[in-house]
């Protein structure tokens, strides 16, 4: 697999001298759509998020001393482009703060990037690397997604100790032309107005006859 190149700096100079041994790893990435209700006009979030990522030993191997133990697996960066059908406008992206920097700008080719910075590697499920928004142009069916390209070493997901994941997914999603909710429905002081009515006129008909 690739060697990691984009961020935990500290790495790079000993992963490129020492072997690191670890066990493989079956992590996905998983899109999750805020609102299933969207309507022309409006902007919607999406999550990116990693799965199964795993708290694994990592350990390095040194000529004539054996293996030493330099931490645990776990997510250390990523970096992707966002894509859309025509209709469908990718507006802006925010990297989770809360493990993660955002390296963005360090890569003007890149829609997003983050990095652990010399934080520890993150681990588990439901990770959230960045919220990305995007604005709803036209009515219909659309698919959106991800994408990292393996010809560039700074895209994918980077993990300790150096094995990168492909990061490309996609979701599809709906747009409609108005709210589900802006149909008119009778008012409730009409219904109980038409009783009241429909009484009266009953009795009416009954005093006619």
Known sequence: MKKLKLGSGLFLPI??????????????IELELLSNNIVV???????????????NPVYMTIPGIGQIYVGDNGVVNFGFNVASDAGI???????????FRDSSFLFPGMDVAGDVGISPAVSGDDILLATLTFSAGNAGAFSLGITSDFTDPN???GLLPGDVVDMTSSIDISVADVPPSSVPAPSVAFLFGIGPAGLLASRRRSRAN
């Open 15 to 28: 992963l490129a001298l020492l072997c690191l041994t670890t066990q493989a790893r079956a992590v996905s």
């Open 89 to 99: 406008v990718f507006d802006s992206a925010v990297v989770n703060s809360a493990y």
């Open 41 to 55: 006009g409006d902007s919607f979030g999406v999550l990116v998020k990693a799965n199964d990522v795993p708290d």
């Open 155 to 157: 895209q994918g997901l």
